[in-house]
C-alpha cells in the first residue's frame, strides 16, 4: 500500500513559520551512515502521552522518509476502531538521534512523527498535530508559543524486578548529597544531551527522592518532544543503575508530589520580540499577556482533565504540600496558580507566566495545546484580568476565598472530567476525537476507582462497622 500525503507536514510556509526548516533527507541519510545506524524507531505518542515505537531497520529508513511507514492503530489507546485501523506515520527529521546506550550494539536511532490517515490527511488523534493546529490558530493571529516545563520526578529503589516502596535518599531541596542519585543525575544529563536536549540545571526537590532536570526554554513543539524523550531516557537511565524513575504525581502519601510547572510566553510571527513584555507595567505585562493569563484562569478548571490527567493525580493537588489548587495569579506567592517569575538584571525579553498546576503524567501536546488554546481566548476576546493575591493562600479560609471570589481546582479526576466537558474550548481545542477517547478513558478510570475497596477503608471501618 502506497501511502498518499497532499502536502506533507511540514512543507507549507506557515508550517515552517512554526516549525522551521528540517535538515534534509540526504544530511539525516549521511548521519545514519556515519554514526552505524543499524536500525530506527519510528515514535509517536498515544492519548494518554504513551510513548509508542515502530523499529525498523536503517536499510529502509529512505522508503520511509519517502514514502511514510503504515500501521495498524486499532490497539493504540485513543486511536481507532478495528474498522478503520490502518493509518500511517511520516518522519519529522528535525528530531533524529541516536538513542545513545545503544551505541556500540545495534545502534538505533528514534525520529519523532506525524501521524496520518490513508488518505494523507492528518489523523485527528495525534497529539502531536493537535499541537500544531492551535499553533496555526497562533501563527494567524501573529504570534508563535514557547514553552519551558520544569518536571520533577522520583527514584525508587528496586529489588530484582520489585519496586521497593521507598524512596532511594533521604535528602531534601536543593541537598548536596554523595548518594547514588548525585552520579545517576549526571549520567541522566549526559543522555539527554546525547540525544540533543540541552540541560540548564539538576538538583534534589523538596520531597525524599524527588528530583528535577530542567532543559532549555523553547518552541512548544520541540519542547514537548523534550519532554515526552526526557521521560523515556531518565527511566531507561535510571534502570541501568538499578533505580526506578516514576512520573507519578503522588507516590507517597504525606510528602510533596511531583509537579509539571510551565513557563509560557508569545513571540511574534515576523520579528523578533517578546509579546508579554510592557516595561511601564507594574508587572512587566503587556495587554496581551493579561488576558492571555485571564485566558488561564477562565479554563482553569475546564483544562483540569488534561494537565492533571490521572485519579493519583489530585493526591497531589490538595492544600499544604506546594501545589496550587486556588485559581489566581501573582509574582512571589507560590500557592497561587499562574505565576509571574522575577526576571533577572532587568532582562524583560526573558518574561513569562509559568503554570503551576499541571503534573508530568499529562501528555505534553495536549497539555500545551489547551493552555494556548485558553490563552488566545482571553487575547481574543479581551478578557480582564483580576487584581493580583500575593497573600499565602493555604492560610485562607472559605469563607475568604468565596470573599475574594477564588475558586478551586476540581478535587478529584470525576469532577475534572465533568468540568471538560462543561468547556466547550476544550472539546474545540483537542477534537472530537481525542476529547471523547480521553474522556472516556478517564471516566472508566475513575468508575474502577470508585468501585475499589482500599485498605484504608477495610481498617477505618471493618471492626467498628
Known sequence: MVAAVAEPIGSSELHKQILGDNPSKREILNRVQEEGVEFVDLQFTDVMGHVKSVTIPASIFEHVIDGGQWIDGSSIAGFTRIAESDMFLTPDLSTFAVIPWTRGEHTTARVICWVHNPDGSPFPGDPRGVLLRQLERLAELGYTFKTGPELEFFLFEKNGDEISPLPHDRAGYFDYSSDLAYTVRKDMVKALEDMGIDVEASHHEVATGQHEIDFEYGDAIVTADRATTF????????????LHATFMPKPIEGINGSGMHVHTSLGFVDKKGNAFVDEDDPYGLSKTARHFIAGLLTHARGM??????????????????????????ARTNRSALVRVPAIRGGHTAATRVELRCPDPSCNPYLAFAVMLAAGMDGIERELSLSEPVEENLYHFTDEDLERRNIPTLPSTLGEAVAEMKADPLIREALGDHVFERLTSAQQAEWDDFRKHVSQWERDRYLETY
Open 304 to 329: 483540569s482533565g488534561v494537565l492533571s490527567p490521572l485519579v493519583n493525580s489530585y493526591r497531589r493537588l490538595v492544600p499544604g504540600f506546594e501545589a496550587p489548587v486556588y485559581v489566581s495569579w
Open 231 to 242: 521521560k523515556s531516557v531518565l527511566k531507561a537511565t535510571a534502570q541501568q543503575h538499578g
